[in-house]
């Protein structure tokens, strides 16, 4: 068992520094020579991003300030050609190299592909960084953290008569690396712990983190696989706007699953397969034990750098192994589209035309046919160097907690500011109007707002100060509430 020393953050204070531009700012920022000259010759190669669209808009904002700074290098060296006549010659020679070299890569920005050599080893380096994981056991890394929250619920039962609580929740965090090959990796991500209520000891119970998960990357050619065995416990009721009346609602959500990614540079492919098993945990006759399989498809092309433009596809079957509720099927078609509006703002959206289909059989609502168009839009803006924001929103149909599947329209509004010394401040603002389509035809409406608060306590050790509410309304009896979740939460690194 060996601890991992940190390593030496990148961008050390090695080679000559030189003045250039900062992004619309106008503050001054240093660049080193070593990578003005990787970017002149072209040999600048860019961190592999998962995801086209950040990574081709990181590539363009990197290559214009590398760009301008090599046309500041050449109008200087020129300039001391005619100073200097006897070193004229190298100095036009060198300020003719940069021009061209700013020049070529400003028509367009190479693109690394997201399932090529290069992007595995720069996947396998970007996981196995010396200072993310601390601990190395036989081939395998790990990081490991442990966390405590203290949160006071004012509507544990989340019902119009509202009674609080105190609840504690300790929790710990494991990360995995594996390196099976050089190209090819193995990783696992587990959170999980207890919720403790003081005055309701009965709705104390264990979670799982949603992001837990054992995922295996496999290059092979041009084409990326990835396999995946995605877990979770949920316990938070507000995670579900269709949940009312159950404080002790639990769910075991357990996926398993393959996605593939086929990079022909201009064109790029994605296929993907999910099996999901719903399983209560509470007890709740409400809650259906159940099955879902899901497809997916997709085909883009690059009109551009960082422009993406192009079709998807989908469907499923949703199955319960109670009588209650109706099995059901699901497709869709549509279009899709991202792309850099700005420097600083990125777009991306979906639409297009579901179809569910319920099978006749299950006692709770009638069973109909339901189409309608979807669509997914998503903004985020970088505005300033003190406040960056994110604006999501569509419609789109869902399968509940307790069952059958509804409309959903929502608009989400999340915001970043710096404007605070050494203290991050995240803010936040839902909304979600909901028709239940079986189990009742219920129609909601629910509003929410948060607040955080966070700090670097020690080098290891971190804090938080959140506050969350929420109002749902409903056109049923006793599905009112409202919520105010206060918590103060601390996490330590190993």
């Not at 990197?62 to 001391?80: D, F, G, T, W």
């Not at 070193?87 to 190479?110: M, N």
């Not at 090959?181 to 919720?195: H, I, P, Q, V």
């Not at 998960?213 to 396999?227: C, M, P, Q, R, T």
Request: glycine share 10%.
């Amino acid at each position: 068992m060996t601890r991992i020393a940190p390593g030496k953050p990148r961008g050390s204070k090695s080679g000559t520094d030189l003045k250039g531009l900062h992004e619309g700012e106008g503050e001054e920022v240093k660049f080193t020579l070593r990578p003005l000259q990787e970017a002149c010759s072209g040999g600048l190669r860019p961190s592999f991003k998962s995801q086209a669209t950040h990574e081709s808009a990181v590539i363009d904002r990197r290559y214009s300030v590398i760009n301008e700074v090599c046309r500041r290098l050449a109008r200087q060296l020129v300039r001391l050609g005619r100073t200097y006549p006897g070193r004229g010659s190298a100095a036009t020679v060198l300020a003719a190299f940069l021009s061209v070299a700013t020049t070529t890569q400003g028509q367009e920005a190479v693109r690394m592909s997201m399932a090529s050599a290069q992007a595995a080893e720069a996947r396998s380096r970007n996981a196995s960084t010396s200072g993310y994981y601390n601990l190395q056991l036989g081939p395998t890394t790990w990081r490991f953290g442990s966390g405590l929250g203290l949160e006071y619920n004012d509507n544990v039962n989340y019902l119009p008569k509202a009674e609080g609580d105190f609840i504690l929740r300790p929790q710990i965090n494991a990360r995995m690396f594996l390196p099976v090959t050089d190209r090819n990796s193995l990783s696992l991500t587990l959170g999980g712990g207890y919720a403790a209520y003081i005055e309701h000891p009965e709705l104390s119970r264990v979670f799982v983190t949603p992001d837990s998960e054992l995922s295996f990357d496999l290059y092979v050619g041009d084409f990326w696989i990835n396999l995946h065995d995605r877990f979770s416990i949920t316990e938070s009721v507000y995670q579900d706007p269709t949940v009312t009346g159950a404080g002790d609602f639990s769910q075991l959500q357990n996926t398993l699953g393959a996605a593939a990614l086929w990079d022909l540079n201009k064109v790029i492919l994605r296929m993907g397969y999910d099996h999901t098993d719903y399983t209560s945990l509470t007890g709740d006759q409400r809650q259906r034990d159940g099955q879902s399989e899901i497809f997916s498809a997709s085909a883009g092309y690059a009109l551009k750098p960082g422009m993406l433009l192009g079709v998807e596809l989908g469907g499923g079957f949703l199955r319960y192994t109670g009588t209650n509720f109706s099995n059901a099927s699901q497709w869709n078609v549509g279009c899709l589209f991202q792309t850099p509006v700005s420097e600083y703002i990125q777009f991306k959206g979906s639409a297009g035309y579901t179809v569910y289909m319920p099978e006749a059989g299950g006692s709770m609502g009638t069973a109909s046919d339901f189409s309608g168009f979807y669509a997914q839009i998503a903004l985020t803006h970088r505005l300033n160097r003190y406040l960056d924001y994110s604006l999501s929103g569509g419609r789109s149909i869902n399968s509940s907690y307790y069952g059958g599947t509804f409309e959903l329209y929502q608009a989400n509004l999340r915001a970043n500011w710096k404007i605070l010394h050494k203290i991050s401040l995240g803010t936040s603002l839902n909304y979600e109007h909901g028709t239940q389509l079986t189990a009742g035809s219920e129609v909601f409406t629910r509003y929410g707002a948060g607040i955080t608060l966070g700090r670097a306590i020690t080098r290891k050790l971190s804090g938080s100060l959140g506050y969350q509410f929420y109002w749902r309304e409903s056109d049923l009896p006793d599905r009112n509430y409202t919520v105010n979740i206060l918590s103060l939460n601390f996490n330590y690194a190993f």
